[in-house]
């Protein structure tokens, strides 16, 4: 387990000039992110620290969550662990909490991909699916939700995938994880009714990040030809869900390519 504090925990205290008038429901908010070092949960790292927010970005690389960290406006804990090891999550939770002393929103975002035919796949690799997408989910939730309780306030904020709202059949372990992250959401938002704490899920389509593995060229037509979404374009329509008033729960929101046909 590898821990990193951001060194000047008192820059970011005063609003940045220029900053739109999106940033006050989020200023000094403090957000934990999983899978924080590329892709969407960089994205999400990127859009929250440049609305005044406070992040502890968690994964499995000190090396790249440092990275990211260092390129943010604002203050950013990194936490290095795995996931699928509840110790990580506790500590990833802890370190917040000491370095801050609060917590607003968790963003359960960190996951893995497997595609393809289901007796082609090594099992220990699905295992490890598995874990990363359902397992790391709950246990980061589980660690979160004592505090969240106690100050009868917050957000939890899940990554799906348009996987989880249709049965894809070229990628039937995916699929399933992803459905099983949508059951999660459902059934804790209801377990939480009357505590303060919003939970919703949002769920995209094709996000053109590393996942992928384009060049910036096919990027760029697949974006022009709407098959394809921005990891930023993810992280937007996760600042909408977060940033309707406390009375309001956004309990799924889908993001599709235009033209992506499921």
Not at 6 to 23: K, M
Not at 40 to 53: F, H, N, Q, T
């Amino acid at each position: 387990m590898a821990v990193s504090v951001p060194q000047d925990t008192a820059r970011q205290e005063a609003p940045e000039p220029g900053r739109s008038a999106r940033t006050d429901p989020f200023e000094g908010r403090v957000a934990l992110v999983t899978g924080g070092s590329s892709g969407i949960g960089r994205a999400y790292a990127e859009a929250m620290s440049a609305c005044g927010m406070k992040l502890c970005l968690v994964g499995r690389s000190i090396q790249r969550l440092q990275a990211v960290a260092d390129a943010l406006p604002g203050e950013a804990l990194v936490v290095a662990g795995d996931l699928a090891e509840p110790a990580t999550s506790t500590s990833a939770v802890g370190a917040t909490l000491a370095t801050y002393g609060r917590l607003d929103v968790v963003v359960a975002n960190a996951g893995l991909y497997l595609g393809g035919e289901l007796d082609d796949a090594d099992l220990s690799t699905v295992q490890q699916l598995v874990l990363a997408n359902v397992f790391g989910v709950m246990a980061v939730v589980h660690a979160a939700l004592p505090h969240l309780r106690a100050q009868h306030r917050g957000d939890v904020l899940i990554t799906s995938s348009v996987s989880g709202h249709q049965a894809i059949h070229w990628e039937p372990v995916y699929s399933a994880t992803k459905h099983a992250v949508q059951a999660f959401t459902h059934t804790l938002r209801r377990q939480l009714v009357g505590t303060g704490i919003r939970v919703g899920a949002i769920a995209p389509g094709v996000v053109l990040n590393e996942l992928w593995d384009f060049s910036e060229e096919e990027n760029e037509a697949r974006l022009a030809a709407g098959t394809g979404i921005r990891s930023s374009d993810v992280a937007e329509a996760a600042l909408f869900m977060l940033g309707q008033p406390r009375h309001v729960t956004i309990r799924d929101l889908v993001i599709l390519p235009t033209a992506q046909e499921i």
